[in-house]
């Protein structure tokens, strides 16, 4: 056997051992997927554990009905499928939210050993900061969003029944006796899957909105970003942003004004995190001698003497 075969050999036994590792840490986070999807179909009070937490994500649609009059609001499923798969759909996205740590850390396991010591240390917060950040975004989402969303938009619904009756109070009954005596009734009927589907997009939104911190600090200490880069492109992200909210929130400006300053708000904390990672690694750097104070100083003497020439 010649040297360039025996190089070849052994070139690809460390990349079967990295692929027989990986299968490794895959088939461990899809066992903990599927154990985790299956929790939410264990039965608790006579119902699985999956419509009660469907029941808490459609809890803003049921108070909003509530809110305009509704006394007994009710949602319905137009196939016989549809609400078995609701189910499943609340508990893959509820499983994985569960399953989330023990993936995470499967994948740091796996990362792990190719990292050094700093790089480690540097990685590891992130690691535990991006599932709060998405719990808040999420949280934030479920109890101040969709509520005002859902006033919104089935807000219309009894707009005109409003509008008539104020006009009939002022005009003293001139308006309901030109009012048409029939005519259709309009009445909302709400759909399981739809009604859910409005609130999990909202959760995703903010969720990973809620990530620009995270993201940002996580660029910063990597060099890709700076804090005086991302001051200087203020203007543009606060028109991004804009963009944004307009794209995932209903036409309500209340609701796009609250995500406008909630993320630009983000936006502002990200800057000071990445300023402080700069603070750190110039300090590092000071301590090990490759940034001295006194070449600051001299350059900045000169910079003013060429000023003021």
């Known amino acids: 056997m010649s040297a360039q ?34 929790i939410f179909f264990i039965p608790i009070k006579g119902d699985f554990i999956a419509e009660h937490v469907m029941n808490f994500l459609l809890n803003p649609v049921v108070d909003t009905l509530r809110n305009l009059g509704d006394e007994n609001p009710a949602l319905q499923f137009t196939s016989p499928q549809e609400y078995l798969f609701t189910l499943f759909r609340v508990s893959m996205v509820g499983g994985f939210a569960l ?42 989402a479920q109890f ?23 006009l009939n109070t002022v005009t003293g009954g001139l308006v309901e006796a030109a009012a048409p005596s029939s005519g259709p009734t309009i009445t909302f009927f709400g759909n399981v899957n739809e009604s859910l589907d409005i609130t999990l997009k909202f959760i995703m939104a903010f969720g ?21 880069g991302l001051a200087n492109v203020r203007k543009y992200a606060m028109v991004a942003i804009l963009l944004l909210a307009a794209l995932v929130t209903p036409p309500d400006v209340i609701t796009q004004l ?25 300090e590092k750097l000071r301590e090990e001698g490759y940034f001295d104070d006194d070449d600051e100083d001299d350059a900045g003497d000169f910079v003013e003497d060429d000023d003021f020439k």
């Open 5 to 38: 075969d025996n190089d070849i050999e052994d070139s690809s036994a460390p990349l079967i051992e990295h692929l027989a590792e990986l299968r490794t840490r895959l088939i461990r986070s899809v066992l903990a997927l599927l154990v985790t999807i299956s």
């Open 208 to 228: 990973l909105c809620f990530q620009l911190p995270v993201l940002l600090t996580l660029m910063g200490k990597a060099g890709l970003v700076s804090s005086e």
């Open 144 to 166: 101040v969003v969709t509520p005002l969303a859902m006033t919104f938009l089935l807000g219309f619904a009894d707009a005109s029944s409003m509008v008539t009756n104020t």
């Open 99 to 140: 399953a989330f740590p023990i993936i995470g850390f499967q994948l740091w396991r796996f990362v792990a050993p190719g990292l050094y010591r700093q790089e480690k240390n540097a990685f590891l917060p992130f690691l535990i900061a991006s599932p709060v950040m998405f719990l808040l975004g999420a949280s934030f």
């Open 258 to 282: 609250i995500l406008f300053v909630v993320v630009y708000g983000l936006y502002e904390v990200s800057i000071l995190l990445v300023k402080r990672v700069e603070t750190k690694r110039d």
